[in-house]
């Protein structure tokens, strides 16, 4: 089995949630659907990146650094294009 690392962005307050899962389509259903607390208000929301990992434990430490000072530093740089595509 695979995890997942996500990152969604939120359309209403221009913020990132970030999240793993072992699926992926399901557990972005349940965002759309407003099944999940966090984002429940903060639809509507896009998956703007995701990772695969091979195992549970690589996938949380992953997704432990991406909502970390530096994590959000380098998916900004890693999604320089996606988040300002004028500059």
Known sequence: MYY???VLLSKKDGL?????TGNLKKRLQKHDD???KSTKYRRPLSLIYFE???NQQDATRREKYL??????IYLRNRL???LNPTG
């Open 80 to 82: 320089r294009n996606y």
């Open 16 to 20: 990132f949630y970030t999240g793993f």
């Open 67 to 72: 909502k970390s000072g530096n994590g959000k």
């Open 34 to 36: 407003g099944l999940v």
């Open 4 to 6: 997942y690392v996500y």
């Open 52 to 54: 695969g990992c091979i």
